[in-house]
C-alpha cells in the first residue's frame, strides 16, 4: 500500500469510526412530485464554495477507482472533511470552506472569466440548518444542474442524475442529521458526450452547474406527490383529473379539490394505491386563453395535506388545417427562444429574468413562445400561464444523437416524462415537442416516433410536434414529407430561405411549397443574423436592413402555404454560441435575435410586430393582444 492509499484508509477508518459517515448504496432518484415550489420550503439559494475539479480528484482515487464505489464509500470531496486538529497534521488537499463562492441559482461560465469555456467538474458545497419536526418529509430539490450530477447529503450518496434541464428530487427525511446541522456536496460535471442527450453538437453555450432554484420541501408524511387538473379531452364540459398519495397513509384517504371562486368541490377516496380519480361539471369555470388568462386558485387537501395551485382550463385540438383553442380557431403568433438572458449573458437566473423575456415577446405582439430546445424553468411555465402565452415545450433531441443506443432512448424519454410531469398542470403549454432537426433515417424515425407515442401516452389533451426539415427540387419547390409527420399534431418546420440558402432576402418569394400532411402547418424557424447597430443596404450580410429584409419576403413567401397557422421565428434575443465564431459580427453569439445582446431591438422586430398586429386583428378581431 503506498502512503497514499494508506493516508486514505486511516482517514475512511477514522471517519467510520466517529459514526458520522457510513456507506450506502446508490439510490434512484425518487419519480417527480408535483409542484414542488408550491410547498413550504426553505430556500438554499444564494453563496456556494465551489472547488473546480478538472482532474476528478474529488471522486476517483489515482487508481481512477470512484471513492463512492469503494467498500467505505469515503475519499471523495463529498466528505467535505476537515482536520481533526488544529495542527493540520491529517493530509486533506481539499476545504470548501476556504474555497471561492459562487451564486446559486447561476451557470459557471456567467460568474467568472476563467470558466467561461469550462467543460468538466466543479464541487458545491452548502451547510443549512434543519431541526427536523417528527411526522414530516423532507425533500431536496435542484431546479436542473447540467449536466451529470453527484449530490451527497452529510457525506452520503443521495443518487446521481443526468440531464441538464429537468428537476432532482430526493427524499431526505432518513439522511438530515439530529443536531440540525447538515450540509450538501453536488458534483456538476457539463463535459459533452456523444451518447448523451443533447449529444456533443449543438448551437448554444454548453452553460454548467447548478442553474435553477435549489430548495429543501417539507411535506407531512403522508402526502399528495401527483396530481392533474384539467379539461377532460373528449369533454370541455367536464373537468376530470387525479391525485395520487404516497406515504404510508395513503389508502383509502379522502381527498378534496376545491375551486372556492368557481362554487367547485369534491370529497373522492383513494384506492388501495392512494389513487383517486374525479371528474365533474366545467360549465361554470371561465376559459383560460391569452386574451384573458384566467387561472383560478385550487387547492388539494388530504389529512395534514394542502397544496395550493393556480390552474387555467382551455382545450386545444387540431381540425384539418386549423389549431383550435377553446373550439375557436387560432393563429400561434410565436417567437422561439432560449432559457438565457442575454444582458447578463447567461443562463436566466429566475423569475425576473423570465418574466424580462417573456415582457418582450409580448411588447413583440406574441401570443405564443417556443421554448427551445429542453425544458425551461417551471417558473417559466407559471409565468407563461399567468401572462398569457401559449407554450410549445421540447426535449433536447436535437440535430444527430445516438438513435440505436437503448441508453439514449431511455434518456430522452425520461427527460420527456419530466417535462410533462412539470408542465401537465399549466393552461399555457400547448404542444409537446420531441425534438428538433433530426435526419431522416429508419432508426432515428423508430427512436422519434417512440417518443411521440409517449407523449401521447403520458398526456393526450396536448398537440405533440417536433422541428422538421425540408427539402428542396431545382423547380423551387420546398418539400415536406417527412415520415415522422404521421405522428404528430401539427406540422412544424424549421426553414432558412435567404440565410443558409436560397440567395439574398429579395429572391426568395419564388419558392413554393409542398407539404406532405394535411394539418395545421407552424413554421418552427427561420431567420437570419445581424449585428445590433450595424447598418447597411438590404443585401449586406450580417446588417439590420438585410435581417429586415429578409423578414418581410419570409413573410410574403409563407403566405402562400394554405395551412399556415402560425410561426415562431428564430429568435428573441441573441445568445452565446460557441460555433459563431466571426470575429466581427458574431464573437461568440448567435445574433438571430431580434433583440441584441444589449437589449436593443433590430429593425427585423418592427416588421413581425407589425404582421403579427394584422394577424391579431384577423383571428381575434383587436390589435395587439
Ligand atoms: C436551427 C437550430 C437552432 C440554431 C439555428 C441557427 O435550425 O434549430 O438551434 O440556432 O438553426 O441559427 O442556425
Redesign the pocket.
Known amino acids: 500500500m503506498t502512503s497514499r492509499n494508506l493516508m486514505n484508509a486511516l482517514t475512511a477508518a477514522v471517519l467510520l469510526l466517529a459514526g458520522t459517515f457510513s456507506s450506502r448504496p446508490l439510490r434512484a432518484q425518487s419519480t417527480l412530485i408535483q409542484n414542488m415550489p408550491g410547498r413550504t420550503v426553505l430556500s438554499l439559494n444564494g453563496s456556494w464554495n465551489y472547488i473546480i475539479d478538472p482532474y476528478e480528484n474529488g471522486f476517483y482515487d489515482y487508481r481512477r477507482e470512484a471513492f463512492d464505489q469503494s467498500k467505505t464509500g469515503k475519499g471523495g470531496y463529498y466528505d467535505n472533511a476537515k482536520p481533526s486538529s488544529k495542527q493540520e497534521t491529517e493530509l486533506i488537499e481539499y476545504d470548501f470552506d476556504k474555497s471561492q463562492a459562487m451564486q446559486i441559482p447561476g451557470d459557471w461560465n456567467s460568474q467568472r472569466p476563467e470558466l467561461l469555456y469550462y467543460e468538466g467538474t466543479i464541487w458545491y458545497k452548502k451547510n443549512f440548518n434543519l431541526m427536523p419536526k417528527p411526522g414530516k418529509r423532507y425533500f431536496l430539490y435542484f431546479g436542473a444542474i447540467n449536466y451529470e450530477s453527484h449530490i451527497y447529503l452529510n457525506g452520503k450518496k443521495l443518487g446521481m442524475h443526468k440531464g441538464g434541464f429537468t428537476p432532482i428530487q430526493y427524499d431526505i427525511t432518513d439522511q438530515l442529521a439530529s443536531t440540525g446541522e447538515n450540509f450538501v456536496v453536488v458534483k456538476a460535471d457539463n463535459t459533452r458526450r456523444p451518447n448523451e442527450v443533447p449529444t456533443i453538437n449543438?448551437?448554444?453555450w454548453n452553460y454548467g452547474g447548478i442553474t435553477r432554484d435549489v430548495f429543501i420541501a417539507e411535506t407531512p408524511d403522508t402526502y399528495i406527490t401527483d396530481y392533474k387538473v384539467q379539461l377532460a379531452k373528449n369533454d370541455p364540459n367536464t373537468l376530470a383529473g387525479y391525485v395520487q398519495l404516497a406515504g404510508t397513509g395513503k389508502a383509502s384517504q379522502s381527498v378534496t379539490l376545491n375551486i372556492n371562486e368557481a362554487g367547485i368541490k369534491q370529497t373522492v377516496k383513494t384506492d388501495g394505491e392512494g389513487r383517486a380519480t374525479f371528474s365533474l361539471p366545467a360549465k361554470k369555470l371561465a376559459r383560460w386563453s391569452p386574451q384573458s388568462p384566467k387561472l383560478y386558485a385550487v387547492s388539494l387537501t388530504s389529512g395534514l395535506d394542502v397544496v395550493q395551485d393556480r390552474i387555467g382550463f382551455r382545450t386545444i385540438q387540431t381540425k384539418g388545417a386549423d389549431i383550435l383553442l377553446n373550439g375557436k380557431s387560432i393563429y400561434m403568433r410565436g417567437i422561439s427562444m432560449h432559457d438565457e438572458n442575454p444582458l447578463i449573458p447567461g443562463r436566466a437566473r429566475g423569475e425576473g429574468d423570465l418574466r424580462m423575456l417573456l415582457t418582450w415577446a409580448k411588447e413583440l405582439g406574441c401570443n405564443y413562445v417556443r421554448l427551445?430546445?429542453y425544458p425551461h424553468n417551471e417558473t417559466m411555465l407559471k409565468l407563461a400561464d399567468e401572462m398569457g402565452l401559449l407554450v410549445w415545450a421540447e426535449v433536447p433531441v436535437?440535430w444527430t444523437i445516438a438513435w440505436e443506443n437503448p441508453a439514449t432512448y431511455q434518456n430522452a424519454e425520461q427527460q420527456l416524462s419530466d417535462l410533462i410531469s412539470m408542465g401537465k398542470n399549466r393552461a399555457s403549454v400547448v404542444v409537446w415537442s420531441v425534438g428538433?432537426?433530426t435526419p431522416l433515417g429508419e432508426p432515428r424515425l423508430k427512436f422519434m416516433s417512440s417518443l411521440a407515442q409517449k407523449a401521447r401516452s403520458l398526456d393526450d389533451t396536448r398537440l405533440i410536434s417536433a422541428?422538421l426539415e425540408l427539402h428542396r427540387t431545382p423547380d423551387n419547390v420546398i418539400h415536406v414529407d417527412d415520415p415522422l409527420g404521421e405522428f404528430l399534431d401539427l406540422t412544424s418546420i424549421?426553414e432558412?430561405a435567404g440565410w443558409?440558402w436560397g440567395g439574398k432576402p429579395s429572391e426568395i418569394t419564388k419558392y413554393t411549397f409542398d407539404i406532405k400532411y394535411n394539418k395545421p402547418v407552424t413554421i418552427s424557424?427561420f431567420?437570419g443574423?445581424a449585428l445590433g447597430g450595424y447598418h447597411a443596404d438590404a443585401e449586406t450580410r450580417w446588417s439590420e436592413e438585410y435581417q429586415e429584409a429578409l423578414y418581410v419576403n419570409q413573410l410574403k413567401m409563407l403566405s402562400t402555404i394554405q395551412n399556415l397557422r402560425g410561426m415562431t421565428p428564430?429568435?428573441l434575443t441573441d445568445f452565446r454560441?460557441t460555433r459563431r465564431q466571426h470575429p466581427v459580427y458574431q464573437n461568440g453569439f448567435?445574433r438571430?435575435g431580434l433583440i441584441s445582446s444589449t437589449g436593443v431591438k433590430k429593425k427585423a422586430f418592427y416588421v413581425l410586430q407589425d404582421f403579427y398586429r394584422q394577424m391579431a386583428q384577423k383571428y381575434d378581431g383587436k390589435q395587439g393582444k
Open positions: 449543438t448551437d448554444w427551445a430546445h436535437y428538433n432537426e422541428a424549421n432558412y443558409y424557424e431567420g443574423d428564430w429568435i454560441a448567435n438571430k
